[in-house]
C-alpha cells in the first residue's frame, strides 16, 4: 500500500510565485516548484519530487529551506559573486579596472589579455594568474567569441542600407498579382563531400599493412532556404550549383507552399540571376548587397551542420 504525504505551507505560495517569475537558475526554479506543485497542483510530495528530480527527503528539505528563509529565520542564498573570501579588490574597483584596461575592446578593438596582464597586476598591486583574469571578466558580462566577419571587398553602406529590410520586403511583395499569405525565406547553398585518405592502424612488428589507395573527390550539394517566422527549412540534395538545379528547387518550394506568396532572399550568384530561371507564379526573389554572406542567416546552420555532424577537415 503506498501513502502519500501531502505538503502544508500555503502563506509561501506569494513567495515561490515571485521566485518562479524571476529564477534565472535551474535550482531556484527547482526551489519554486517544490513548494507550487503540491500547494497549484495539489501533487503529493513523492509527486512533487518526481517532478523535480530530487528524493522525497531532499524535496521536504528543499520546502523546509525555502519556509525559513520567507520568515527571515534563515539568510537567502547568497551568489557566487558574493562568496569572495579571498578576494583582491571589490567588484567596483574590478569595473573601473576593466573600464581603464579594455577601452580599446569597448570599441571595437582586439583584446589579447596575456599582453594586459601586467598592467592589471599593477593596478591591483599583486601578481594574479590568467584564470584568476578571465574568472573577473566573466563576473563583469565579457565572453570570448570569435568576431563577426565581412568579406574584404563588401560595400558598408550598401549593408547599411539593408538594414531597412522591412521596407525592401514591403515593396517586394507588392509584385506579386494574387494578395496571399507572405513567407519570408533565406537561400543558399552548400557543398559537402569527401576526401579518400589513408590513416594510421595498429600492426604488429615488423608486419606492414598495405592497401589500395587511390586520391578520390567526391561532392554533392545541398540547397536550403529557411523561414526565420516559423524555423522552416525546404532543401534538396542536388549534383550541381547551375540554373537547372536551381529551377528544379525554386520550382520545389513553390509546391510545397501553393497558398502563400514565398519572398526568397539570396546573394547575387551567376545561377541565382540566370536569363533562364522561370519564377513560379508564387514566388519572387530580392537580392542581397554583394559580398554579404553574413546577412544570410542560412549561411549559419550551413557552419552548424559542419561543426556538429560533418567533423571530417576534408569537407
Same mark, same amino acid.
Given at each position: 500500500?503506498?501513502?502519500?504525504?501531502? @505538503?502544508? =505551507?500555503?502563506?509561501?505560495?506569494?513567495?515561490?510565485?515571485?521566485?518562479? $517569475?524571476? *529564477? #534565472?537558475? /535551474?535550482?531556484? !526554479?527547482?526551489?519554486?516548484?517544490?513548494?507550487?506543485?503540491?500547494?497549484?497542483?495539489?501533487?503529493?510530495?513523492?509527486?512533487?519530487?518526481? @517532478?523535480? =528530480?530530487?528524493?522525497?527527503?531532499?524535496?521536504?528539505?528543499?520546502?523546509? $529551506?525555502? *519556509? #525559513?528563509? /520567507?520568515?527571515? !529565520?534563515?539568510?537567502?542564498?547568497?551568489?557566487?559573486?558574493?562568496?569572495?573570501?579571498?578576494?583582491?579588490?571589490?567588484?567596483?574597483?574590478? @569595473?573601473?579596472?576593466?573600464?581603464?584596461?579594455?577601452?580599446?575592446?569597448?570599441?571595437?578593438?582586439?583584446?589579447?589579455?596575456?599582453?594586459?596582464?601586467?598592467?592589471?597586476?599593477?593596478?591591483?598591486?599583486?601578481?594574479?594568474?590568467?584564470?584568476?583574469?578571465?574568472?573577473?571578466?566573466?563576473?563583469?558580462?565579457?565572453?570570448?567569441?570569435?568576431?563577426?566577419?565581412?568579406?574584404?571587398?563588401?560595400?558598408?553602406?550598401?549593408?547599411?542600407?539593408?538594414?531597412?529590410?522591412?521596407?525592401?520586403?514591403?515593396?517586394?511583395?507588392?509584385?506579386?498579382?494574387?494578395?496571399?499569405?507572405?513567407?519570408?525565406?533565406?537561400?543558399?547553398?552548400?557543398?559537402?563531400?569527401?576526401?579518400?585518405?589513408?590513416?594510421?592502424?595498429?600492426?604488429?612488428?615488423?608486419?606492414?599493412?598495405?592497401?589500395?589507395?587511390?586520391?578520390?573527390?567526391?561532392?554533392?550539394?545541398?540547397?536550403?532556404?529557411?523561414?526565420?517566422?516559423?524555423?522552416?527549412?525546404?532543401?534538396?540534395?542536388?549534383?550541381?550549383?547551375?540554373?537547372?538545379?536551381?529551377?528544379?528547387?525554386?520550382?520545389?518550394?513553390?509546391?510545397?507552399?501553393?497558398?502563400?506568396?514565398?519572398?526568397?532572399?539570396?546573394?547575387?550568384?551567376?545561377?541565382?540571376?540566370?536569363?533562364?530561371?522561370?519564377?513560379?507564379?508564387?514566388?519572387?526573389?530580392?537580392?542581397?548587397?554583394?559580398?554579404?554572406?553574413?546577412?544570410?542567416?542560412?549561411?549559419?546552420?550551413?557552419?552548424?551542420?559542419?561543426?556538429?555532424?560533418?567533423?571530417?577537415?576534408?569537407?
Amino acid at each position: 500500500m503506498a501513502w502519500h504525504v501531502h @505538503a502544508s =505551507g500555503i502563506e509561501h505560495v506569494g513567495a515561490a510565485r515571485a521566485l518562479l $517569475r524571476s *529564477a #534565472k537558475t /535551474a535550482k531556484e !526554479l527547482r526551489r519554486a516548484q517544490a513548494v507550487l506543485l503540491p500547494l497549484d497542483l495539489g501533487l503529493s510530495l513523492e509527486q512533487t519530487a518526481q @517532478a523535480i =528530480g530530487r528524493s522525497v527527503n531532499a524535496t521536504c528539505a528543499i520546502r523546509t $529551506r525555502f *519556509a #525559513k528563509i /520567507a520568515e527571515g !529565520l534563515m539568510e537567502p542564498p547568497r551568489a557566487k559573486t558574493a562568496l569572495r573570501n579571498h578576494a583582491f579588490v571589490n567588484l567596483e574597483r574590478e @569595473a573601473r579596472i576593466l573600464d581603464e584596461v579594455l577601452a580599446d575592446a569597448q570599441k571595437g578593438g582586439i583584446i589579447m589579455i596575456p599582453q594586459l596582464k601586467p598592467v592589471i597586476e599593477e593596478k591591483v598591486g599583486k601578481s594574479t594568474a590568467l584564470s584568476t583574469i578571465y574568472r573577473m571578466l566573466a563576473r563583469h558580462g565579457w565572453r570570448k567569441l570569435a568576431p563577426d566577419t565581412y568579406h574584404p571587398q563588401g560595400d558598408k553602406e550598401r549593408r547599411e542600407v539593408w538594414k531597412k529590410l522591412p521596407e525592401a520586403i514591403a515593396e517586394a511583395f507588392t509584385m506579386f498579382p494574387t494578395v496571399r499569405p507572405q513567407r519570408v525565406m533565406y537561400q543558399d547553398e552548400a557543398r559537402f563531400g569527401r576526401i579518400s585518405d589513408t590513416r594510421y592502424c595498429w600492426a604488429e612488428k615488423p608486419l606492414h599493412p598495405e592497401v589500395k589507395a587511390m586520391l578520390i573527390y567526391q561532392y554533392t550539394y545541398a540547397y536550403a532556404a529557411v523561414s526565420p517566422q516559423d524555423g522552416r527549412m525546404d532543401s534538396l540534395v542536388l549534383p550541381e550549383v547551375s540554373s537547372k538545379c536551381m529551377q528544379i528547387f525554386l520550382n520545389e518550394v513553390a509546391q510545397r507552399y501553393p497558398d502563400e506568396n514565398i519572398l526568397m532572399i539570396k546573394d547575387g550568384a551567376g545561377w541565382h540571376k540566370s536569363y533562364h530561371l522561370q519564377l513560379p507564379e508564387n514566388l519572387r526573389l530580392l537580392f542581397l548587397p554583394p559580398y554579404s554572406p553574413e546577412l544570410n542567416p542560412q549561411e549559419h546552420l550551413w557552419d552548424e551542420l559542419r561543426e556538429k555532424y560533418f567533423h571530417n577537415p576534408g569537407l
